[in-house]
């Protein structure tokens, strides 16, 4: 089977700044992928270069089998993407919008689909709307809408719920998961990294134009050694000086102490025992992807310093 994206060797220069150096990443179909990294890291560069809209220095780039560059019809017949900043037409209606970017693609009698896009998305109330008169988290979801309306077996999703409320994310994530479930593959970027975590199944991390992380959502957070917290409320407020080593915060009676593995727990728990301190609450925080991601930052940073 082809791989849905396949990025071989991509650098990307504007005048003396890198953006991406030496890119190699290959997004399997059907995959849920999260493309990470703080602002200014490539990742809108990346996705341009992928869409076509920006030409790379080094490197080639194929959506599903065809070159983005010798094949730019097909590629980009076969991918959607939802772009960061809020593009709109102002003269159109969101119906005639998504009429028009049918038109686009050369889709003629859409209706159906784009009856059920409209729905999906919450737009019903919206469809005969001027673009220029809804507000920022609905001019979204016409993007969203726009990026779907060919029906593209790969999407990308440009920071896709900045600004949207809550009810709306809810909705676009049941919306998009049931498209990866149908067989699209899901290409993301997003700060909300909550998201990503419980969404993708692979993650890849830029930082400075360079991959710095690419694996599974579990081996990444389970590869990185960031620990684990054993938030404790106990009978009194002071810790026994054994233990006082492991504490790393102390708020409204809860100890928070950093250990390495389970088997420390025991050790804790021991300690508490032979102090004669109860413990009245107990739960163990495990590492999340935010975590992986902060150290992840600082630990590159260490490394070129």
């Known amino acids: 089977m082809l791989p849905a994206i396949d990025i071989k060797h991509v650098s990307k220069h504007?005048?003396?700044?890198?953006?991406?150096?030496?890119?190699?990443?290959?997004?399997q179909t059907g995959e849920f992928f999260a493309l990470l990294g703080p602002n200014g890291a490539g990742k809108t560069t990346l996705i341009n270069v992928i869409a076509g809209l920006a030409l790379a220095n080094k490197g080639t780039v194929?959506?599903?089998?065809?070159?983005?560059?010798?094949?730019?019809?097909?590629?980009r017949q076969n991918l959607g993407?939802?772009?960061?900043?809020?593009?709109?037409?102002?003269f159109f209606t969101v119906r005639e919008t998504l009429v028009i970017q049918s038109g686009y693609y050369g889709i003629k009698n859409n209706s159906a689909?784009?009856?059920?896009?409209?729905?999906?998305?919450?737009?019903?109330?919206?469809?005969?709307?001027?673009?220029?008169?809804?507000?920022?988290?609905?001019?979204?979801?016409?993007?969203v809408a726009q990026a779907l309306v060919h029906k593209p077996p790969v999407?990308?999703?440009?920071?896709?719920?900045?600004?949207?409320?809550?009810?709306?994310?809810?909705s676009l994530w049941d919306f998009i998961q049931q498209l990866n479930q149908d067989g699209h593959t899901i290409l993301l970027t997003t700060h909300y990294l909550q998201e990503a975590e419980?969404?993708?199944?692979?993650?890849?991390?830029?930082?400075?134009?360079?991959?710095?992380?690419?694996?599974?959502?579990?081996?990444?957070?389970?590869?990185?050694a960031v620990g684990y917290i054993l938030r404790l409320k106990l009978s009194v407020s002071i810790l026994p000086t054994a233990l006082q080593k492991l504490q790393i915060c102390y708020n409204k009676g809860l100890h928070d102490l950093k250990i390495d593995d389970y088997d420390q727990i025991e050790s804790?728990?021991?300690?508490?025992?032979h102090a004669d301190i109860k413990v009245v609450e107990m739960q163990l925080l495990h590492p999340d992807l935010e975590e992986v991601f902060v150290g992840m930052m600082n630990k590159t940073e260490e490394e070129q310093a």
């Open 14 to 27: 504007y005048g003396t700044l890198c953006a991406l150096a030496d890119i190699n990443l290959t997004i």
């Open 62 to 75: 194929s959506v599903m089998g065809h070159d983005v560059i010798n094949q730019y019809p097909k590629a």
């Open 81 to 90: 993407v939802v772009p960061q900043e809020l593009v709109f037409d102002p």
């Open 113 to 143: 689909w784009i009856d059920e896009i409209i729905h999906h998305l919450s737009l019903d109330d919206k469809a005969n709307q001027n673009m220029r008169t809804l507000s920022g988290g609905m001019k979204r979801r016409v993007l």
């Open 155 to 170: 999407i990308i999703l440009d920071e896709p719920t900045a600004g949207v409320d809550v009810e709306l994310r809810q």
């Open 198 to 224: 419980a969404l993708c199944n692979r993650v890849a991390i830029l930082k400075q134009g360079r991959m710095v992380a690419l694996d599974s959502m579990q081996n990444l957070i389970g590869s990185v």
């Open 268 to 273: 804790v728990l021991e300690i508490l025992r």
